[in-house]
Nanobody
């Protein structure tokens, strides 16, 4: 059973940056894509970005707007989400998940989820 652990969240001022990490415990990590979702208070969970098994990135451009970059390190079984020029709208719990198949933008395409890491942007 795969286990995913997010880290790197915290409190940051508007305009600042954070790099989130998603570390996977399984040996088959490199055989799957990984996605990042976020959920703000009283809002539905939304897709942020994903990276395929081969390293191809997918972004929700309405969210990332060219500010976020996703990357993977198969040696460390880790996927990173670099977030720049953060603003108040980015405040949310960020989750990573293992992609099993289908549309990268859909949460139903993921089978294992991390516990989430809080990102809070202050103005």
């Amino acid at each position: 059973q795969a286990q995913l652990v997010e880290s790197g969240g915290g409190l940051v001022q508007a305009g600042g940056s954070l790099r989130l990490a998603c570390a996977a415990s399984e040996r088959t990590f490199s055989e799957h894509g990984t996605g990042w979702f976020r959920q703000a208070p009283e809002k539905e969970r939304e897709f942020v970005a994903a990276i395929s098994q081969s390293g191809g990135p997918f972004y929700n451009l309405d969210v990332t707007k060219g500010r976020f970059t996703i990357a993977r390190d198969d040696v460390r079984n880790t996927v990173y989400l670099q977030m720049n020029r953060l603003n108040n709208e980015d405040t949310a719990v960020y989750y990573c998940a293992r992609h099993w198949g289908g549309d990268f933008r859909s949460s139903s395409s993921y089978d294992y989820w991390g516990q989430g890491t809080q990102v809070t942007v202050s103005s």
